[in-house]
């Protein structure tokens, strides 16, 4: 288990450093974006926000019932 964390903690410097190398060499487009890709962009933005709070909701109703459920302990005979 201790191996897992060592490795993850030396994998996200790596990851980071890895991802702003990529970026700084990134080549300028010279690209036409349209009406229908800001369209599109603000599509998938809501959508993504409506998916994380459906996925909010389900977990914070299996936490709200979980501590219910421990709240109503039953008596032992």
Same mark, same amino acid.
């Not at 191996?3 to 903690?9: D, E, F, G, L, M």
């Not at 349209?34 to 959508?47: A, I, K, W």
């Not at 909701?57 to 302990?73: A, E, N, P, S």
């Given at each position: 288990?201790? /191996?897992?964390?060592?490795?993850?903690? %030396?994998?996200? +410097?790596?990851? %980071?450093? /890895?991802?702003?190398?990529?970026?700084?060499?990134?080549? +300028?487009?010279?690209?036409? %974006?349209? +009406?229908?890709?800001?369209?599109?962009?603000?599509?998938?933005?809501?959508?993504? $926000?409506?998916?994380?709070? $459906? $996925?909010?909701?389900?977990?914070?109703?299996? $936490?709200?019932?979980?501590?219910?459920?421990?709240?109503?302990?039953? +008596? /032992?005979?």
């Amino acid at each position: 288990m201790a /191996t897992r964390h060592r490795i993850a903690r %030396l994998a996200e +410097p790596l990851a %980071l450093g /890895t991802i702003l190398w990529t970026a700084s060499g990134a080549a +300028p487009a010279f690209a036409y %974006l349209d +009406p229908g890709t800001g369209s599109m962009m603000l599509q998938l933005l809501l959508g993504g $926000v409506a998916g994380a709070m $459906v $996925v909010g909701k389900i977990y914070f109703r299996k $936490v709200t019932d979980f501590l219910r459920h421990i709240g109503r302990r039953q +008596p /032992t005979a």
